[in-house]
Nanobody
Framework: VQLQASGGGLVQTGGSLTLSCAAS????????MGWYRQAPGKQRELVAE???????NYADFVKGRFTISRDNAKNTVYVQMNSLKPEDTAVYYC???????????????WGQGTLVTVSS
């Protein structure tokens, strides 16, 4: 299983970016897909996550600014990030809780990370 993230880059304060992450390989089902981020010197933290039924959970610091969505047919998760702030600068990692086969355990997989830099 591989998670391929894309869409990071440099943006000015107040700007927008959309990140995407596609899961590929042997996948039976994906329970939850989400995004975490890690800024320099800080711990990795949850940004947003979405279940297969489209229930969402957002960190307080992104509520009202970020929107997570998912295309189950494509095993892809997106996060639309608006009103970006310098403190949103971080490496963003996608994440999936999935089963590879019917009788597999649910396991967590990580993407490689994509850098988002918000200039002031």
């Amino acid at each position: 299983v591989q998670l391929q993230a894309s869409g990071g880059g440099l943006v000015q304060t107040g700007g927008s970016l959309t990140l995407s992450c596609a899961a590929s390989g042997t996948i039976f089902s994906i329970n939850v897909m989400g995004w975490y981020r890690q800024a320099p010197g800080k711990q990795r933290e949850l940004v947003a996550e979405i279940t297969s039924g489209s229930s969402t959970n957002y960190a307080d610091f992104v509520k009202g600014r970020f929107t997570i969505s998912r295309d189950n047919a494509k095993n892809t998760v997106y996060v639309q990030m608006n009103s970006l702030k310098p403190e949103d600068t971080a490496v963003y990692y996608c994440n999936a809780l999935l089963k590879r086969t019917y009788d597999d355990y649910v396991q967590r997989y990580w993407g490689q990370g994509t850098l988002v830099t918000v200039s002031s």
